[in-house]
């Protein structure tokens, strides 16, 4: 049997490509690309046979982009899994710290270690476009005086040194990765299952209230509500809603008629195991 | 009496500067901010009397970073007003659109104008910090065959004449600012008010149905809820949320007693009148 195709975004060693790892097994056939969209398309096209996408990070939030291209190409979502976001600081061999004056990473990654920059003021953050890309640009132009910032991955995969580990100012930085495929596999059975839809409710007063009952009032546990601009209807909105359970389950399946009755649009985007 | 001084975010000429002449009057004076966060710090401080912030946008959805700063710097909400989005190419004055070949402006800009660089393949979007700031700089910098996409204003403000008006894919394109002040005056009276607050539900099942609740059993009307990450407990969130009605009301009062039962945290960030 051929390795699976996976598709992620960034550059090879990109922590993407770790959450693509423990959601599709270690013998896959990775597929880097730089843009999201780019992975529902080369899903939707059967180019790959899974997509992997960050969801939500613990700091800042959901990955809106995501979110609406979930709904827009409606490929099932089958796992999840969560990553969490280490920061190193990476030279090439034999590099020293003494002699680092620039360190370049995503913006966001360079935000994410501030007290790292404020007790070493020599060194000046670089924005780049991603983190591990900066590592393999380290390798490839060797720039002097320069350090990059990325995942432990990356050091690995371009041959480069990690200097310093764990430098982010937070640990409890994590980031949620759901596993796409093209078709959705039989619903998986037993414990722990989750299930993700969307839902436009009926623009009436208590319209949300109602739909959050369609659930509470089954007991069916929620564990997390997302809202997004309603395209073509300002000031409207679509929910995104997880909620533990599966479609199978009866008391589920009851509150998804019941919240038919409610809502204007209503899609599964997946059934899945909940990620550890 | 001295023109009150008004903090936004961007260049002059930017969209937020509309939203102040909208919510502060035609005399004020204005300050400038490279970052949001300068906003709040400026205000905190004493340096401006008001400060404007985008929350929303009806295409792209929520501006997280402000909410996050809504909560830290609790400087209350006094005002709301909606901006349409209209984005106009524009050169120096006597510039032809045979000329041009580059389009700069930010990125979001460039990316609500593809239909108009579809039917104009011959000019290149180039990426720039700010919408007005790529005006400014076409006029201080004079790039060859070069244009921008901005506001109106921009144009009026640096002495650039527009091309090409309402360039945008999408005409539903708005978005809601609030005014902040330092310190909260007495609750405006009247129809049409609104209250903004943010609230962390406790750890229970049916947790953010009761907290609705709260609101719906009472017949207020929600307008917006909102979910953000809540900082040092993972996968745990704050809601921000919007109803129709002021806190002086006693029904709101009695809503908010209530939801204080049911949560952690509780503030209210601002009541208002509602913008249109």
Redesign the interface.
């Given at each position: 049997m051929r390795p699976k195709r996976v598709a992620f975004q960034g550059e090879r060693g990109a922590f993407s490509e770790e959450a693509a790892r423990q959601l599709a097994g270690a013998r896959i056939d990775l597929h880097p690309l730089p843009r999201f969209e780019q992975l529902f398309q080369a899903l939707a096209r059967g180019r790959v046979d899974y997509a992997v996408v960050p969801i939500?990070?613990?700091?800042?939030?959901s990955v809106?982009e995501n979110y609406d291209h979930l709904l827009r190409f409606q490929l099932p979502i089958v796992g999840e899994t969560h990553v969490r976001i280490v920061h190193n600081l990476i030279v090439r061999p034999g590099g020293r710290f003494a002699d680092i004056r620039r360190v370049y990473s995503h913006p966001v990654a360079l935000n994410q270690c501030l007290r790292f920059f404020a007790r070493n003021r020599r060194l000046r953050p670089e924005t780049f476009y991603d983190t591990a890309g900066s590592v393999k640009m380290l390798m490839e132009e060797a720039p002097e005086g320069a350090a990059a910032i990325a995942s432990a991955a990356a050091a690995e995969v371009y041959g480069a040194q990690i200097l310093r580990r764990s430098i982010e100012d937070?640990h409890?930085n994590?980031t949620r990765f759901f596993l796409l495929a093209r078709k959705a596999p039989r619903h998986p059975k037993g414990g722990d299952l989750k299930t993700t839809i969307v839902f436009a409710t009926r623009n009436i007063?208590?319209a949300?209230?109602?739909c959050?009952?369609a659930?509470?009032l089954r007991?069916i546990?929620?564990?997390?509500?997302?809202?997004?601009?309603l395209?073509?209807?300002?000031?409207e909105?679509l929910f995104y809603l997880d909620f533990l359970g599966s479609v199978d389950e009866p008391r589920c399946r009851k509150a998804l008629d019941h919240l038919g009755e409610l809502t204007d649009l209503l899609h599964v985007l997946g059934c899945y195991r909940r990620g550890v």
């Open positions: 939500e990070n613990t700091l800042h939030g809106h937070d409890r994590f007063p208590g949300l209230f109602r959050i009952g659930f509470a007991d546990n929620l564990l997390r509500i997302e809202s997004r601009p395209r073509g209807k300002p000031w909105y």
